[in-house]
């Protein structure tokens, strides 16, 4: 059975439609999680997928056409109508689009998938939309979790998702500069092989990395597990190439400029709503040496808390840094405790109490990426002033493990989805001054609501990114699916979000706006900031086929 871990060091096959990775990595959900969930009152009622033969789809409306004038495009071989095609093209991965496809509801699928090979073909293939009023769904991993490849469907308009697979080279290196012109289409795995033929590294591992794209990270503002070090993959942008429905752009000249406004800004996070990411210049870096993960326990959260703002205070943040709260510590931590480890939940009660089961304080994992003697000297540096702090070190297996299981998440939910348990994320980040109060807003706003309707919630936290001024604050819920899941989720999300709003905090770290985060837009950057992103869309895209409603209505 290939594990998470060797998906990462050998690339990925194609996903299950019905959820994430291949089938060969799923695994029953283990007993003692089972075991876990049940103490809590989380009732298990296996639930498995549809047969793919099915699924519901509406009826194609791509007129014959203007099918054809695709298929002179990009050629016959590369526009599919046929079903699972369509299927595997719908919608993103969050919990409510997996729920809706397990269902057999693929009701957003779009009408053709569309492989450019190249820029030049996807110029073409939006010259021919526009003119015939066809929305094109920029498509790269489908990892989006915030409604991002569901585009709403103006007057009946046959909708295709460009699927940007082709552009998956990587084009000129430049050691000297320090910089690598990576294809959009390009996957995680398969950038990072590419460029350690050249010795170098991109240090860009969010979740989503098996599957998400170049284009993908870019068209979102990605942050990966390793942000601290490398820094957020918009850091990473030296430059861009953008096929629009008016024409070709290029971005980025230099290293910084003066030029006016940097309009890379306009196209980081835009989520295909403005043009299409073509290729991304990259800043890289020479593959790392050495590399440290280490495991400590902090007495409580908010003591990890003040740690982690010292560290950033005085620029020793690791490249890896996060911070379980007492509840995600338990939750992840619910097998036999190790020697030196943290002790795993033995009591019983609803999710909201799963804390008090917790013996170790909070689980804090550190990484080190780099020139041997440089990590040598920063984890020595960080060990002393966590050590300072009230923190201990866990045994040396830790760090390593929580490393070896960084991407099992995904594939945990799908278990806990199987057994008709459900499972979502939400993420957010605000300054230090705020933060206690955006956590407790938050927590208290997804455990009221899902509490209310007697779902018995356990709600995690943890801290993954760290800044100068504040950090992200990702939460983890997981509760009994009830009659509505989808309806409950949104209840539940639209309270966390107006907590959010109400502490200050972003709607959004890293996951973008999409749909999801669009009702809380105006409050993040004003009402005159979205009549600037119109006016954008209105330039960029006059015909209005992009992604119709994502990012801005």
């Not at 939006?126 to 585009?151: D, K, M, Q, W, Y």
């Not at 807003?441 to 455990?447: D, E, H, N, S, Y």
């Amino acid at each position: 059975m290939t594990s998470t871990g060797q998906a990462r060091r050998t690339g990925s096959t194609e996903p299950v439609w019905w959820g994430w990775g291949p089938a060969s990595a799923h695994e029953p959900l283990p007993d003692e999680v089972r075991g876990l969930l049940a103490r809590l009152g989380i009732p298990a009622r296996p639930t498995a997928p549809v047969p793919l033969d099915q699924v519901r789809l509406p009826p194609a409306r791509l007129p014959v056409a203007a099918r054809e004038a695709l298929a002179t495009i990009v050629g016959s071989g590369h526009v599919h109508t046929h079903d699972e095609a369509r299927i595997r093209h719908c919608r993103g991965r969050s919990t409510t689009d997996l729920l809706r496809l397990r269902a057999g509801d693929a009701g957003a699928a779009p009408d053709a998938v569309v492989l450019p090979a190249d820029h030049d073909e996807v110029l073409a293939v939006l010259r021919l939309a526009s003119r015939e009023r066809i929305v094109v769904v920029p498509f790269g991993g489908g990892t989006s979790v915030v409604g991002g490849l569901e585009p709403a469907r103006p007057a009946e308009r046959p909708v295709v998702a460009l699927d940007l697979a082709r552009l998956d080279a990587l084009g000129r290196v430049d050691r000297e500069s320090g910089t690598a012109e990576l294809g959009a289409g390009l996957r995680g795995p398969r950038a990072e092989a590419l460029l350690a033929e050249h010795g170098l590294s991109l240090g860009h591992v969010p979740q989503s990395w098996e599957y998400a794209t170049i284009g993908g990270f870019a068209a979102t503002r990605s942050s990966g597990q390793a942000s601290a070090g490398y820094g957020r993959f918009d850091e990473l942008v030296v430059g861009l190439r953008v096929a629009t429905p008016v024409g070709s752009w290029e971005l980025g000249r230099a290293p910084a400029s003066a030029a006016g406004p940097d309009l890379r800004e306009l196209l980081l996070g835009s989520e295909g709503a403005f043009g299409v990411i073509t290729q991304v210049v990259a800043r890289v870096r020479p593959l790392p040496a050495r590399r440290i993960f280490e495991g400590w326990s902090v007495p409580d959260f908010a003591t990890g808390t003040r740690l982690l703002r010292t560290l950033a205070a005085g620029d020793l943040r690791p490249t890896v840094c996060r911070l379980s709260d007492e509840t995600e510590t338990v939750g992840g931590l619910a097998r036999p405790p190790r020697p030196g480890g943290p002790a795993a939940a033995t009591g019983s009660g609803s999710g909201t109490d799963l804390a008090d089961g917790l013996t170790g304080g909070c689980h804090l994992v550190t990484g080190y990426e780099g020139a041997a003697p440089a990590v040598e000297r920063r984890a020595a540096e960080v060990a002393g002033v966590l050590l300072a702090g009230g923190a201990r070190r866990l045994d040396a297996a830790a760090g390593p493990d929580w490393e070896r299981g960084r991407f099992r998440a995904p594939y945990l939910r799908d278990a806990l989805l199987d057994q008709g348990i459900f499972a979502e994320t939400l993420e957010t980040a605000g300054f230090w001054a705020t933060l206690p109060a955006l956590y407790a807003g938050v927590r208290a706003a997804l455990i009221g609501s899902l509490g209310a309707a007697q779902l018995s919630p356990v709600v995690m936290c943890h801290i993954s990114h760290l800044y100068a001024t504040g950090a992200s604050l990702y939460f983890t819920v997981v509760c009994a699916q009830g009659v509505d899941p989808i309806g409950s989720w949104r209840a539940a999300k639209t309270a966390a979000g107006d907590a959010i709003v109400a502490a200050g905090g972003t709607i959004t770290h890293h996951h973008a706006v999409g749909t999801e985060h669009r009702p809380w837009l105006d409050a993040e950057i004003g009402g005159l900031g979205v009549d600037v992103l119109r006016a954008v869309k209105r330039t960029l895209d006059p015909a209005g086929i992009l992604n119709p409603g994502i990012l801005v209505a």
